[in-house]
């Protein structure tokens, strides 16, 4: 493992050199390349012939960060990753994959740099324009619940916390993100959204969105949206872990298509 340091965090990083098309995996909101791992969403654990880089986001895992919370936002977080890409793959094209927050920074970054991906593959898009209000209010009521009454009774609410169809059976985990740090990543989310429309119908690369369903904060119609958005784009709905145990081939196949 090696670091990477970007303003105001030293980012967590893993390599895998197996000599074909560079890949970089990203994770969603308050968990980390451990914890995607543990509930299914590491599909880079089947790849095969890439160099693939994995990263712990500012504030996460094994990453530091600030109790600043616009060091957390969607574009903050997409500039840290253009900053990595830059040096691990230094004018290269990259294969992008990522759920929840770790898509969201995708698009971000494709938005700002639009030749630096070759292709994305996108995972659980989260709430986003019109569904984003209330979600935003969600993370800012959290941010608060921690502050008040801290990590151990947070976690003791989230027990009960509604999970999705396609994670039922998945372990419970917990957040990777310090106590002292968890306000400021929730209110950080609570200031994003994703790119506007318009900026992200002007990707012009190939995208496979991977959704799931009964989950209020990676509504299917996010990822429905997305998919009118971006021409020829792929998308797929999974209703069960049966269907989500799928996803690493489709990466895989992404990866193929963008290496040639």
């Known amino acids: ?141 959290l941010a608060d619940f921690v502050e008040q009454h801290g990590m151990e009774r947070f976690l003791a609410a989230s027990r009960d916390v509604h999970r999705p169809p396609a994670q039922l059976g998945t372990p419970e985990t917990l957040p990777q993100v310090r106590e002292e740090l968890l306000p400021s990543v929730y209110r950080g989310a609570a200031l994003s959204d994703l790119p506007s429309p318009e900026a992200i119908a002007r990707i012009d690369v190939p995208v496979t969105i991977l959704a799931w369903t009964d989950d209020p904060g990676h509504p299917v119609s996010t990822a429905e949206r ?8 792929a998308l797929q709905v999974a209703s069960t872990r049966e269907e989500v145990a799928g996803w690493p081939a489709v990466l895989a196949a992404d990866v193929v298509r963008a290496a040639r």
């Open 226 to 233: 997305l998919h009118e958005l971006l021409p020829g784009s």
């Open 1 to 141: 493992m090696s670091s990477f340091r970007v303003p105001g965090a030293e980012l967590a990083t893993s390599f895998s050199d197996e000599h074909g098309h560079p890949v970089v995996q990203l994770h969603g909101l308050t968990s980390s390349r451990e914890r995607d791992r543990m509930i299914d969403l590491d599909l880079g654990r089947g790849l095969s012939g890439t160099r693939l880089l994995r990263y712990d986001a500012r504030g996460h895992g094994d990453s530091t960060g600030r109790t600043v919370p616009e060091d957390y936002t969607w574009p903050r977080l997409a500039e840290d990753l253009l900053a990595l890409l830059e040096d691990r793959f230094p004018g290269e094209a990259v294969h992008g994959a990522g759920p929840s927050m770790g898509c969201a920074t995708l698009l971000h970054a494709a938005v700002q740099d639009p030749g630096r991906f070759s292709s994305l593959t996108l995972l659980i898009p989260s709430t986003a324009w019109g569904t984003r209000v209330a979600q935003a209010e969600n993370y800012e009521r």
